[in-house]
């Protein structure tokens, strides 16, 4: 029990005695006990740590005698170190190893991402905090370059508006980077043999670079034309960022030719993008300490990942990392929402505007697509849209050697990219009026309201000749979102009645409600088959199979109702789409699955279909399956036995019953039209 005498007697805390120069003039703690030369505020200032030569020789002492404690065994459970992380020859104290094992562990610990010493190491902790203090304060010590949120409401910077009552401090505001980190030698070797510091040949970087700006870029804005092509023109493309190098080239290979992937010794697309997409995960998993904005970067192309069936969700999975950072880094709120925030660039401000809304977009996107909840809600977000400005801003000036890797017509791709914005927000909408778990019946005046936002967003029309073979794509690609909108918002109400509408009225809605189902399909598959006749399939994306799926699943609905020449003309629409996911197969997995899906769909309406028999299509009150071929004769039926034997092909044989009628009854997925399915 300790004495009165004790309990009076505060415990001081030891100063260190050791500093450098700089940090003794400014009379603030040094890390030299920590870090060595330099200390983390010489590092942070690029400035020359000086240390006097006598105390430099106990900074020698009081480090060595630090590592040596380390690898005591009192403290193998140290924070922050695990038994994986030390060298493998180092199993008992340090004084039983060569010098140079020891400065080797030393320099390790130091390099990592953050030591575990200065982890635990509350000088440090206390210096960060008062430089974020004094840069909410407007009164940064250093210059910063690192964005900061401090969060809204209750966030860590909100004791300061307590002391400043007549002022509301900024959010965003930019603190110190911290020191450069470097590599260890054993994570640069592992690197090394996955394959990441193997660059493809100049030629194929190049219609890489080119493919990734025509292709990509113009639906998702999300890095800087100016800042990539002036390395790539250098040659320091891989050497500026390797994570971003093998993001860009993963997903650009989507769109090469043949003789790209087959000069890199690839067989298929498939092939090389998987190559691409395991080095940039490693690079992902294994690179180090890397700035958030890259790393939120790489998150969204990585996001367009599809690998075998049984993990199609991958998306899903970097998207949440992707909106993570965001909101991590306040990417979500406007930094000039009470007054202008003069420590944020124009620049950085176009760019975050991009991320963000990219982020957005693909979220209402991959909800409908993976029957997965909304992770953005709107109401916490205010963000301004992106203009056309925002979009162009970084391709402004550039020479016409760079302008070469850039789409013709790219202002017009920047509108389409802004009218995509529209539409996703509508979606969203959509979304939480059907899919969400616990939601209510909307009333009419629900259902008519979102009519009118939909109907007043008007999509362009292809009538202009003169645009490139990149920018009609992009047309035909909105049209297809506008079209997966409306047919997403309109099939559910088939069965779904508003919880005010007269049931007298219940007849005349559900036709009503099936006919604009029915007519978005129809729209759907026309886009489509103008798509394949001005050979622009090839320039489809990863996100597009998902927007084909709305009007299949209308389709494959009417193929139960009506007589037989509608039943006909409805299959073969379908069959229309099923032909064009078997062209999108060659590349995108996601078409692979769909496709398996709705093959065994196929099966599931025709249970008497064989693979190489075509199923007919009765008439009114006739029996429902049909596999007499004389009967099959008298349908008429467009289609051969090899076209549908093509259809019910083994592509779904790999999956079975139960998973595909999970699929149809999730309620929150774009698959649920099961209800639907047993009801009509």
């Known amino acids: 029990m300790p004495t009165s005498q004790q309990k009076a007697t505060p415990r001081r805390h030891q100063r260190s005695t050791i500093a450098c120069e700089t940090c003794r003039n400014r009379k603030v703690r040094c890390s030299l006990n920590i870090t060595g030369v330099p200390c983390i505020g010489c590092a942070q200032d690029n400035t020359q740590c000086v240390v006097d030569p006598k105390r430099q020789e106990r900074l020698r002492r009081n480090r060595t005698s630090k590592v040596q404690h380390l690898h005591t065994p009192s403290n193998n ?164 960022n390797v994570l971003i190098f093998w993001c860009i080239f993963f997903v650009a290979s989507n769109f090469i030719p043949p003789q790209v992937y087959e000069q890199e010794g690839y067989g298929s697309r498939k092939e090389m993008k998987a190559a691409m997409y395991a080095r940039a995960n490693c690079m992902y998993n294994h690179g180090g300490k890397m700035d958030k904005i890259i790393l939120l970067q790489a998150s969204l192309l990585m996001a367009f990942w599809h690998s075998e069936a049984d993990e199609h969700t991958q998306p899903w999975y970097w998207m949440g990392i992707a909106i993570s950072f965001c909101q991590m880094l306040g990417l979500h709120r406007d930094p000039d929402l009470s007054t202008y925030n003069s420590s944020i660039t124009d620049r950085q401000r176009h760019l975050w505007r991009r991320l963000w809304w990219s982020c957005f977009s693909r979220d209402r996107w991959l909800s409908l697509t993976l029957g997965r909840p909304l992770r953005i809600n709107l109401h916490d977000c205010d963000t301004p849209k992106p203009s056309v400005d ?61 009519e009118i936002k939909i109907s007043q967003c008007t999509v362009p029309e292809q009538d202009d000749p003169s645009l490139s073979r990149v920018a009609i794509f992009g047309i035909y690609h909105l049209q297809l979102h506008y079209h997966a909108l409306a047919g997403s918002f309109y099939r559910p109400f088939i069965t779904t009645l508003p919880k005010d509408l007269d049931p007298v009225d219940k007849e005349g809605w559900t036709h009503r ?64 789409c099923m032909m064009v996911m078997e062209e999108l197969q060659k590349t995108y997995t996601v078409a692979s699955i769909y496709r398996a899906i709705f093959a065994k769909a196929i099966q599931l309406l025709f249970p008497e279909n064989t693979e190489t028999t075509l199923p007919g299509y009765p008439d009114a009150g006739a029996d429902h399956n049909l596999t007499d071929t004389s009967r099959l004769e008298e349908t008429g039926d467009v289609m051969g036995t090899a076209e549908i034997g093509a259809i019910n092909a083994p592509v779904y044989n790999d999956i079975s019953a139960d998973a595909f009628v999970d699929l149809l009854m999730d309620e929150a997925s774009i698959f649920n039209f099961w209800d639907t399915w047993t009801r009509t």
């Open 77 to 240: 459970a140290l924070p922050g170190v695990s038994r994986a992380t030390r060298p493998q020859n180092i199993s008992s104290p340090a004084s039983d190893y060569p010098r140079e094992t020891i400065n080797r562990y030393e320099t390790d610990l130091i390099s990592r991402r953050q030591t575990p010493l200065l982890l635990n190491d509350a000088e440090s902790e206390e210096q960060y905090g008062l430089e974020i203090a004094a840069a909410a304060l407007g009164q940064p010590r250093r210059a910063g370059g690192v964005p900061f949120y401090s969060g809204a409401g209750t966030g860590p910077t909100s004791a300061l508006e307590i002391c400043l009552s007549d002022q509301s401090l900024s959010k965003h505001f930019l603190v110190p980077s911290s020191p450069a980190v470097h590599l260890a030698e054993e994570d640069k070797k592992y690197l090394e043999s996955k394959g990441v510091f193997t660059m493809p040949g100049p030629a194929t970087c190049d219609s890489l670079l080119r493919a990734y700006f025509h292709h990509v870029h113009p639906i998702m804005p999300i890095l800087e034309p100016d800042v990539i092509l002036e390395h790539h023109r250098t040659g320091r493309l891989p050497e500026n």
């Open 390 to 450: 925002d979009f162009l801003s970084d391709v402004v000036g550039l020479s016409p050697q760079m302008t070469s890797y850039l789409p013709e017509n790219l202002e017009v791709l920047a509108s389409h990219w802004v009218k995509y914005l529209e539409i996703s927000a509508i979606l969203g909408d959509v979304i939480s009026m059907h899919y969400q778990a616990s939601k209510p019946r909307p009333s009419l005046k629900n259902v008519n309201d979102m």
């Open 513 to 576: 409600m099936r006919l604009k189902a029915d007519a978005a399909a129809s729209h759907t598959n026309t886009v489509v088959e103008a798509m394949a006749q001005d050979g622009l399939l090839e320039f489809s994306g990863p996100m597009t199979p998902p927007l084909l799926v709305p009007a299949m699943q209308t389709n494959l609905l009417n193929c139960k109702i009506g007589n037989s020449l509608s039943k006909r003309l409805r299959f073969n629409k379908l069959s229309m």
